[in-house]
């Protein structure tokens, strides 16, 4: 079974600057999909960014892009020019090819700091 | 305009009731699901359905039952509540293509007492 891995409970960084959250995770597959959730204190859990396996080309939105190294099973979400709404919990999540199963990891909480 | 709805948002029971929870999506998704989110935060998939077969976690207590009336709705039914069961209940759809995201609904926080 797929597992996703997160390895920093907490992370915080200064207004304005740039921070990087980590992922990794477990599989045998090669054709898969990868996403970060965004969960403010509201609760409600918000898509951020979407990867597929098999471009090579790291996905970019707005602010977020992610640094996707497929044979380190690496997928990294990094946040440019950090404001205060973006204070949340961060998931990594793993969707399989071949079916709807999907794997979080435990979250990150990022704390940004005026 | 609310994509996937919720309700109630909030609800407290003492242990040893049934209860519900209701979901439904105006996406036009296939596949519904439902999550249970503990007090550290890990989701955790309980249930995947579409109309063609329903997928359970085989750590779910057989208390927990998912019911889908039609293709935009999955309810969750809970008997027998115990106090473990504390937690926010996530409800989610998707479309069943492949690599498609999970859109989810606002979450209900349920506490047992």
Same mark, same amino acid.
């Given at each position: 079974?797929?597992?996703?891995?997160? $390895?920093? +409970?907490?992370? $915080?960084?200064?207004?304005?600057? %740039?921070?990087?959250? #980590?992922?990794?995770?477990?599989? #045998?597959?090669?054709?898969?999909?990868?996403?970060?959730?965004?969960? +403010? +204190?509201s609760r409600q859990m918000?898509?951020?960014?979407?990867?597929?396996?098999?471009?090579?080309?790291?996905?970019?939105?707005?602010?977020?892009?992610?640094?996707?190294?497929?044979?380190?099973?690496?997928?990294?979400?990094?946040?440019?020019?950090?404001?205060?709404?973006?204070?949340?919990?961060?998931?990594?999540?793993?969707?399989?090819?071949?079916?709807?199963?999907?794997?979080?990891?435990?979250?990150?909480?990022?704390?940004?700091? @005026? | 305009?609310?994509?996937?709805?919720?309700?109630?948002?909030?609800?407290?029971?003492?242990?040893?009731?049934?209860?519900?929870?209701?979901?439904?999506?105006?996406?036009?998704?296939?596949?519904?699901?439902?999550?249970?989110?503990?007090?550290?935060?890990?989701?955790?998939?309980?249930?995947?359905?579409?109309?063609?077969?329903?997928?359970?976690?085989?750590?779910?207590?057989?208390?927990? $039952? +998912?019911?889908? @009336?039609?293709?935009?709705?999955?309810?969750?039914?809970?008997?027998?509540?115990?106090?473990?069961? $504390?937690?926010?209940?996530?409800?989610?759809?998707?479309?069943?293509?492949?690599?498609?995201?999970?859109?989810?609904?606002p979450? %209900?926080?349920?506490?047992?007492?």
């Amino acid at each position: 079974a797929q597992t996703v891995t997160q $390895s920093q +409970p907490e992370m $915080s960084v200064q207004e304005a600057e %740039t921070v990087t959250l #980590s992922c990794t995770y477990d599989t #045998s597959e090669s054709d898969y999909y990868l996403f970060w959730y965004k969960q +403010p +204190p509201s609760r409600q859990m918000i898509l951020v960014i979407r990867q597929e396996a098999y471009k090579q080309q790291n996905a970019t939105e707005n602010r977020f892009s992610v640094n996707f190294q497929k044979a380190a099973k690496s997928f990294s979400l990094k946040i440019s020019d950090s404001q205060l709404g973006d204070a949340a919990m961060y998931f990594c999540a793993y969707r399989s090819y071949n079916n709807n199963d999907m794997r979080f990891g435990a979250g990150t909480r990022l704390t940004v700091k @005026p | 305009d609310t994509a996937v709805s919720q309700t109630p948002k909030y609800l407290v029971t003492q242990m040893g009731n049934d209860k519900s929870i209701k979901c439904e999506q105006n996406l036009g998704h296939d596949t519904m699901y439902w999550y249970k989110q503990d007090s550290k935060k890990f989701l955790k998939i309980m249930f995947s359905y579409n109309n063609k077969e329903l997928i359970i976690n085989e750590t779910v207590p057989n208390r927990f $039952s +998912p019911k889908s @009336p039609d293709k935009a709705h999955l309810n969750l039914h809970i008997n027998s509540l115990e106090l473990g069961d $504390s937690a926010v209940y996530f409800c989610a759809s998707s479309r069943s293509e492949v690599g498609y995201e999970q859109y989810f609904g606002p979450g %209900t926080r349920l506490t047992v007492t």
